[in-house]
């Protein structure tokens, strides 16, 4: 009987769902923020901390149970050296999850899990550029109006208008090559870039 | 066994049925920094933060 058994199946066999986690943690590692489902966020936290406590025991045989565990070598490194020295003084509870409401097409309720420490906000900064470089190519005026929504508002509004400005510098270049093969094009991106 | 003594009536089958098939608006709030509707415990859609925090760029989910 399933009586007690309290890990989510995720629609996996065992062996599929423990390579899916490890996969998530070592990518919860690397990017110090991962957003997923309600569902595998709560299954990824207990494995993710585990391997945090792994971390901060610091030993080799204790990197060797990180590794079996993860199967991914560089990954564990950076856990070993960059993300378990944060958490020294914290005694569990290393991760959060934060809902983010229902997602388009199957309505699953979507998470972002990252670690607490100050060093989680690098995926955000990554995702973040991304897609503000795509959001700049399409509609520019939203753009501006969210970084003057960005000044305002939080304390971590100057690291976004920074990366603000890096798709910016980068989007002129891709438009220099479109203007040397068709003449047209090249005008549109022109008036793209005094917008922007 | 037990057996009804009665047929239901006609308004009592009706309403039987209707309350299962009321549709409810899930309970909002106000955002406090930008004042949209949002669903409490969840990121605001309009403006990405979440306790205060810029939690997400709502560009990215547009």
Known sequence: ?????????????????????????????????????????????????????????????????AVSRLHQED?????????????????????????????????????????????????????????????????????????????TATAQAPEEVEEQAQPADQEPQASDVSAEETPDSGSEDTSKKTDS | MGVPKRKPSRSAQRKRRASNSVLHLPQLSVCPECAAPYVPHRVCPSCGQYKGKQVVNIESYG
Do not use: W
């Open chain 1, 1 to 65: 009987m399933r009586h007690l058994k309290r890990n989510a199946k995720l629609g996996r066999k065992g062996a599929h769902r423990n390579a899916m986690l490890a996969n998530m943690v070592c990518s919860l590692i690397t990017h110090k923020r991962v957003t997923t489902t309600l569902a595998k966020a709560k299954a990824v936290r207990p494995v993710a901390e585990k391997m945090v406590t792994l971390g901060k025991k610091g030993s080799i045989h204790h990197r060797r149970l």
């Open chain 1, 75 to 151: 990954a564990v490194k950076t856990l070993f050296t960059e993300i378990a020295p944060q958490f020294e003084t914290r005694q569990g509870g290393y991760t959060r999850i934060i809902k983010l409401g229902e997602r388009r097409g199957d309505a699953s309720s979507m998470a972002i899990i990252e670690f607490v420490e100050a060093g989680s906000p690098q995926g955000a900064d990554s995702k973040g550029s991304k897609s503000k470089s795509k959001a700049k190519a399409t509609k520019p005026a939203k753009a501006e109006v969210a970084a003057e929504e960005a000044d």
